[in-house]
Nanobody, 124 residues
């Protein structure tokens, strides 16, 4: 049973910070590119950031460059998303996803496993 479990979401003020975590189990974590997606109500789910197996290849959506940092700890089977300088437009449900043996991709269909999501709400 593959599980991706997100945590760390919550309610923060504009300009604040959150760190999301995604704990993976039931898969060979080192063989997966990991991504963070977000989806606001009525909007498409989009890739925010992704990281390949080693952390050597990174992707960030332009909207979060310079504010968000994706990282992974393969020994802990965990991927993180550090979010700084949060804006109201960052409000969304954030999903962790795993792409087997792939390079970072914006295509949802590339990802084999998904977490249930964690809500991030940024208020002004």
């Amino acid at each position: 049973q593959v599980q991706l479990v997100e945590s760390g979401g919550g309610l923060v003020l504009v300009g604040g910070s959150l760190r999301l975590s995604c704990a993976a189990s039931g898969l060979s974590f080192r063989q997966y590119t990991m991504g963070w997606f977000r989806q606001a109500p009525g909007k498409e789910r989009v890739l925010v950031a992704a990281i390949n197996w080693s952390g050597g290849i990174l992707y960030y959506d332009d909207s979060v460059k310079g504010r968000f940092t994706i990282s992974r700890d393969n020994a802990k089977n965990t991927v993180y998303l550090q979010m700084n300088g949060l804006k109201s437009e960052d409000t969304a449900k954030y999903y962790c996803a795993a792409d087997y043996f792939g390079a970072p991709s914006k295509d949802l269909r590339a990802y084999d496993h998904w977490g249930q999501g964690t809500q991030v709400t940024v208020s002004s």
